[in-house]
């Protein structure tokens, strides 16, 4: 029903365009770069794509929800129709999650008999696989229930399970001896945990000029194994009488954690070891022998889906931990790793102890370099790898650890970050860094969780947040999210998996067809499948690499003059680890690294903002930055890098060697050697190196680029580096120029994610291969602009001459050619690209209209006979103001669907030379219009002005506006206990509302 809506409403915008009026209401002109689709299909060839190549992206491209089901307690039939809603509402995947935190009483799930992973769970997952080929969905799966990734049978006390290292300690005065038991842990063990072995007893003195505020100081010098000296247990030790002395024992045990808000199965799921080989193969063994039925593996192979794990949250009292971290310590660093264990093990997160300053960071860059191989070595790569062998991809996030989640994306077939844990848009750009190194396409989103926000989630707040998301790289949605229908004693309207939460409103909306704004879904699903299509085709170009010593990502650490400054001014910025220096990628040509893509025009080398902000290199990594330097790569170095140090404890005569190369690094010509931030726009100045957009002043304005043979597409977004950021966006109007990269006959095309058309921009600028245009949006406002060949999307205005200048309000292609567009009456001068000048009068124009008389039909949303059957009760009112539902007395807590309708009149002089914008102001949350009975193409949630173009008449025409609602206002009086500290919401068509006629004349 909806794919023959949407074909309907294509059919109507093609009128609109054959009519000769405008695409939208935004004026916005943004050029894009091609880069690499998901599927061959979606691909810009040599052949013209044609209006539906963006008019309407394949499922391949679309967003996807995080379905949640409560483990196995699922229902064949029900699963079914819940894969035909969501590709119904225009949705191309599903990721199948076991998640019930809202749910109190864990018994009502009887997880003995249907558990994550039991017969009805393997029953479930099979109708959901057969079901969504047969509507071309995807399905995910997670590696296991909830997270982080547990096997069901194993226990804490298996090699598998996840480890770790706590310390005891007992101190010891000057000249003292100690006789007793060894130090204790400082923790007892995990529920479940029955053993522990000691791993080592060391003694240190105490250096009080070491310590800081909540470390006690050690000297490294003093540290001594005492191990050997233990017996039964017992240990007899007397300090030495130069201070006073602590004795540390490291006891290695199981963590004892189970995946999120259990049990998820019978018997228990355990946590595994993320560090180890063991632990992987836990996870692969369990699917292979308990779920990977016949009939499941072809369906899996069949749907070439992925299998996902989310952020890795292992939580230990002390020091995440695996048996083979010692050995894997000094095979990578040529040093034991026991006298360093003072300054590593932790208390609740929490350093302990510490060395002289410097010693100490070397000392834990070192250890957790070492945990980052052994993460992404042991535990993604085989995930991958294993995956492959099924068919499927790997789709992870990969932080959550102090590992390096940039170096770990590059393994990943589908790097994935999240609105909620991400604290900016610079935690995107690590992970794409290693995505677009590594030649892969997709960086993958889970979107839209808020705290405290479930069911008042609005969509215009979705959008806004996933606007500065896709301008960092990000390019597929995994929408948080959509829960089964019920489980046992859940309340209207029906099973969540957030909320409540903890006895309060909870957070992680709940979307689906129990949500007012149901109906309203396919204009959100193809807004978001076209701007993936667009980001996911051809590849990436950024302006700069900049090299992260300690790839760390959800920490909202930032490139310091990039982030701050170059932004605004149009730069973009990925970020990079050495591993990622080691990829076949890794490459200079034409003075740019990875020049198939991303194609980097200068490397950006500065102090490690998280060991001190100190100048590291490793002299393996100098050296290759070192050979790409030589081989023509531009490179800025800010800070004091003729005096680098190794980020790890050096060997002898290491820092000597690592100086060595950075001072060949520093004396090449192309190479800048700074001190001060705010020089490195000097820097890049000096270089030769401009950014592919530009813009005259600084600027919200955010922008992605992809580039293909065919077209560069600019994506834009007026928005910000997070959502935390004040004062709030405003709007912008400005000129933008950007850069074609391949060359060609070339004409810019405005690319409207709402409704799909793509049209040629009939005012721009050109300058060789840049092309200035003018950029209008309002705050959140995206828009896409692709720099083409003529004709590359089926238009027929080929190289017909287009304007460099003029006083109208606005030019646009049209049947008839260029055609000028005037809200009001008067002569409009208008320069042409061959150097003519031409005039064109546009008779009068009538004044806007604004509604003075609304008829209202609510239908309001309240609790069924049953958790999940609602009942509409519809109340018709008679409007003179537009007022909230929460200010309309009989509406004030009600939600739901309300259909305004008005009528406006216009003069008998209406003729096709005339049109119309309908602003609707404020309108919450989703809206549609028809006019006349006409609907009218989607409505842009961050900028609802429509253009009502040809469906206008002379003498009466009747205007509707249908606006769903959050269930918010509903859910606070039907469940107080939950939703009853949450206000009233200001919901509904509020306005004002405008029609704004004007008229249009050929420019000739």
Not at 120 to 143: F, I, K, N, Q, Y
Not at 243 to 248: A, E, M, R, Y
Not at 522 to 542: C, E, F, K, M, S
Not at 902 to 930: K, M, N
């Amino acid at each position: 029903m909806h794919e023959n809506l949407s074909q309907r409403r294509g059919t109507t915008r093609r009128t609109v365009l054959a009519a000769g009026l405008s695409v939208g209401a935004a004026t916005v002109l943004l050029s894009a770069s091609p880069g690499a689709l998901a599927s061959p299909a979606a691909t810009v060839t040599g052949q013209l794509p044609g209006a539906d190549w963006f008019a309407n992206p394949p499922r391949s491209v679309r967003p996807k929800f995080r379905w949640w089901w409560p483990d196995g307690l699922v229902d064949a039939d029900e699963i079914t129709r819940e894969i035909d809603q969501i590709a119904d509402a225009g949705f191309g995947g599903v990721e199948i999650a076991a998640v019930h935190h809202s749910v109190k009483d864990k018994s009502v799930l009887d997880t003995a008999r249907h558990g994550w992973g039991s017969r009805p769970w393997r029953d479930g997952v099979e109708a959901a696989l057969r079901r969504a080929a047969r509507r071309g969905v995807t399905v995910d799966l997670t590696l296991g229930p909830s997270w982080p990734v547990a096997v069901p049978g194993l226990t804490p006390d298996d090699e598998q399970a996840a480890q770790e290292l706590m310390y005891g300690r007992v101190a010891v005065t000057p000249g003292a001896t100690y006789e007793g038991p060894v130090p204790p842990p400082a923790h007892a063990p995990a529920p479940g945990v029955t053993r522990q072995r000691l791993l080592a007893v060391q003694a240190a003195r105490v250096d009080t000029a070491n310590s800081t505020r909540k470390e006690t100081g050690l000297d490294p010098a003093s540290v001594r194994d005492l191990t050997a000296t233990v017996t039964d247990g017992k240990l007899t030790w007397t300090a030495p009488s130069d201070g006073d002395w602590v004795l540390l024992a490291y006891w290695q045990r199981g963590s004892g954690q189970q995946p999120e808000s259990g049990p998820h199965s019978a018997p228990a799921a355990y946590v595994v070891d993320h560090l180890s080989p063991t632990g992987t193969d836990a996870v692969t063994r369990y699917w292979e022998r308990e779920l990977l039925t016949p009939a499941l593996r072809q369906l899996l192979r069949a749907a070439g889906g992925a299998f996902f794990e989310d952020s890795v949250e292992l939580e230990t009292d002390g020091l995440n931990w695996t048996p083979g971290l010692p050995e894997a310590f000094e095979k990578r660093t040529g040093r034991p790793l026991p006298p360093y264990l003072p300054v590593l093990v932790l208390d609740n997160s929490n350093q302990v102890f510490a060395f002289e300053a410097q010693l100490t960071r070397q000392i834990r860059k070192d250890f957790w370099d070492t945990v980052s191989d052994l993460f992404n070595r042991h535990h993604l790569r085989a995930l991958r790898d294993w995956s492959h062998s099924l068919g499927m991809s790997l789709r992870s996030q990969p932080y959550g650890l102090q590992t390096d989640a940039i170096a770990s994306a590059a393994v990943l077939d589908i790097p994935e970050g999240e609105s909620l844990g991400f604290k900016n848009l610079d935690d995107y750009r690590c992970l794409a860094g290693g995505r677009d190194m590594a030649g892969n396409t997709v960086l993958s989103c889970e979107a839209g969780a808020y705290n405290g926000s479930a069911y008042s989630t609005t969509w215009d707040r979705f959008l806004r947040t996933m606007g500065g998301a896709y301008a960092a790289g990000v390019n597929q949605t995994v929408v948080h999210g959509f829960s089964y229908a019920t489980v046992p004693g859940v309340a209207w309207p029906g099973f969540a998996a957030f909320s409540p939460y903890n006895g309060a409103s909870g957070y992680g909306e709940s979307w689906g067809p129990r949500q007012p704004t149901w109906d309203h879904m396919p204009d959100i699903a193809g807004y978001l499948g076209r701007v993936h299509r667009v980001l996911q085709t051809g590849t990436v170009r950024a302006d700069v690499a900049v090299f992260r010593q300690t790839g760390y990502s959800a920490t909202g650490i930032g490139a310091s003059w990039f982030t701050s400054t170059g932004i605004p001014l149009g730069w973009t910025h990925q970020f990079l680890s050495g591993p990622l220096l080691d990829l076949p990628s890794a490459t200079v040509a034409r003075g740019r690294l990875a020049p198939d893509g991303p194609a980097y025009q200068a490397l950006f080398v500065e102090t490690d903002f998280f060991y001190g902000s100190t100048p590291t290199l490793t002299i393996d990594d100098a050296r290759k930055i070192l050979a790409l330097a030589e081989a023509g790569l531009p490179v800025v170095m800010l800070g004091a890098f003729d005096e680098a140090l190794t980020p790890g404890v050096p060997a002898a005569g290491d820092t000597d060697r690592l100086r060595a190369i950075v001072a060949r690094l520093l004396a090449l010509p192309h190479v800048e050697h700074i001190t001060d931030k705010t020089a490195v726009g000097d820097a890049l100045a000096r270089l030769g190196i401009v950014p592919d957009v530009r813009y005259a002043t600084a600027s919200t304005l955010l922008n992605a680029h992809r580039a293909t043979p065919e077209a560069d597409f600019y994506y834009f977004c007026n928005g910000k580096h997070a959502e935390t950021v004040k004062p709030p966006v405003a709007a912008i109007d400005h000129d933008v120029t950007l850069r074609r990269t391949n060359g060609g006959a070339t004409v810019p095309y405005l690319l409207d994610p709402w409704t799909g058309e793509a049209v040629r921009i009939a005012r721009y600028t050109r300058d060789g291969d840049d092309f200035t245009v003018r950029v209008a949006l309002q705050p959140g406002q995206a828009a896409i602009v692709a720099l083409g060949r003529p004709g590359l999307f089926g238009d027929r205005h080929g190289n017909r001459p287009y304007a460099v200048s003029t006083d109208a309000e606005r030019l646009l292609f049209t049947g008839r050619g260029l055609t000028l567009r005037a809200t009001t009456a008067g002569t409009y001068t208008t320069r042409l690209s061959q150097g003519r000048t031409v005039t064109t009068t546009v008779p009068a124009v009538p004044e806007p209209i604004t509604p003075t008389r609304w008829e209202l039909e609510a239908e309001d949303w309240r609790p069924g006979s049953t958790a999940t059957r609602t009942e509409r009760t519809r109340r018709t009112l008679t409007l003179d103001t537009l007022l909230p539902w929460s200010r309309i007395p009989e509406l004030a807590d009600s939600a739901g669907v309300g259909r305004y309708r008005t009528t406006v009149h216009l003069p008998s002089g209406w003729d096709a030379s005339h049109g119309a914008l309908l602003e609707l102001g404020q309108v919450s949350d989703t809206c549609r219009v028809t006019v006349n009975g006409t609907p009218m193409p989607p409505v842009d949630r961050i900028h609802p002005v429509v253009d009502l173009g040809p469906a206008l008449r002379r003498g009466t025409n009747v205007i509707e506006v249908e606006v769903a609602t959050p269930l918010i206002n509903r859910l606070r009086v039907a469940q107080p206990a939950v939703f009853g500290a949450v206000a009233r919401q200001d919901h509904g068509l509020v306005g004002p509302v405008r029609l704004v006629p004007y008229r249009e004349a050929v420019v000739s």
